[in-house]
């Protein structure tokens, strides 16, 4: 009889300390999920909906009855980023690029680069230009983020949202990716990042909003498993190329700029890397970036992600500007059929 209540008391001294240690993960993850939800909230222009932020609040609460402490805020963090709507909300101040007869002429041989291109960037969308070698590609958008070269003359009229402006009083606002590595080998991916935000964002934003900009950063561009991995360099050995190529872009992506230049960002990489990346820029353009992307042979299921597309042919002349899906039909009507199982854009170029 002794033997059986001492079982007893014992059995239920574990099923208390079962439960006041589920109490206390519970409780642990109910505030980290406010933490995040308030965090949240500060970096959005319009409040998170107060029955939204409550459910996620209780779906946390929910989840720690199931998971281990161990995974803690983290687990979290990447919980809540991948709600896309959540994301989504903290729009930028767009910036709208709309330019007529641009050219651009060396001043050294009075060569023309780029010979009266007229179009239009607008915010939201995510634009591809794309043209043969010598076509001008990378000087236009250069040219557009406003780092033309002293050696080079540029006529022509650029507006900016509807306004004839110098687009240099816009550089805060503005992110350029060139080909060339940008990040320091010596740093992990997170430290990159957070080097980046700190430099760049303004002094006024609070760390749980630089750190919440820099966590969708990694989410969206698939880096939160390599975060503390060190980039590398020619000398030792760090992240493969195309994570490489994906941390260049993040450095650029946590200065939340309203538009963004990226020069040939998919050259190099295999398709799951590029469409990771053209996925990211997408997510930008969710919040009223305006992305333009210099684009280099790209698959066919990559160059229908993007919305528009400009054709520049050699000499720096405007072959097509519009929409993507409409490339087809615009040259079937002038009698460039595209043949069967052939690349598009390849057959176009």
Do not use: C
Not at 240 to 269: A, F, H, Y
Request: charged share 25%.
């Amino acid at each position: 009889m002794q033997y059986r209540v001492a079982l007893h008391d014992r059995v239920r001294e574990r099923l208390d300390l079962k439960e006041a240690t589920q109490k206390k993960v519970q409780k642990r993850w109910k505030t980290a999920g406010s933490s995040v939800i308030e965090l949240l909230r500060s970096t959005r222009n319009d409040p998170l909906n107060y029955s939204r932020a409550e459910s996620i609040s209780s779906e946390i609460s929910h989840a720690s009855l199931y998971n281990s402490p161990k995974r803690g805020f983290e687990h979290i963090v990447n919980t809540l980023v991948e709600q896309e709507d959540m994301v989504g909300n903290g729009l930028v101040k767009g910036i709208e690029l709309e330019f007529t007869n641009l050219s651009l002429t060396l001043k050294s041989s009075g060569k023309r680069i780029l010979d009266n291109v007229t179009g239009k960037l607008s915010p939201g969308r995510v634009t591809a230009v794309m043209g043969p070698s010598g076509a001008g590609k990378t000087t236009f958008l250069t040219a557009l983020a406003g780092k033309k070269s002293n050696q080079t003359s540029l006529s022509g009229k650029v507006l900016v949202n509807g306004k004839e402006d110098n687009i240099r009083a816009y550089k805060r606002i503005i992110g350029f990716v060139p080909q060339d590595d940008i990040v320091h080998g010596n740093l992990t991916v997170e430290e990159n990042l957070w080097f980046s935000a700190r430099y760049r964002l303004p002094s006024k934003m609070t760390e749980k909003q630089k750190a919440s900009i820099v966590e969708r950063t990694l989410r969206s561009l698939g880096l939160s498993a390599i975060r503390h991995a060190e980039v590398g360099s020619v000398e030792r050995r760090g992240i493969s190329g195309g994570q490489r190529k994906r941390v260049n872009v993040g450095v650029e992506m946590v200065m939340e700029p309203s538009l963004l230049i990226l020069d040939e960002p998919t050259s190099g990489l295999d398709s799951t890397s590029s469409r990771l990346v053209i996925q990211a820029l997408r997510r930008e353009a969710k919040r009223n970036v305006n992305v333009g992307v210099v684009l280099h042979q790209p698959s066919y299921t990559i160059f229908r992600m993007f919305h528009d597309v400009m054709f520049l042919a050699k000499g720096g002349r405007v072959v097509y500007h519009g929409p993507v899906e409409a490339v087809e039909e615009y040259f079937a009507n002038l009698g460039f059929s595209i043949p069967e199982r052939i690349n598009p854009p390849d057959h176009i170029m």
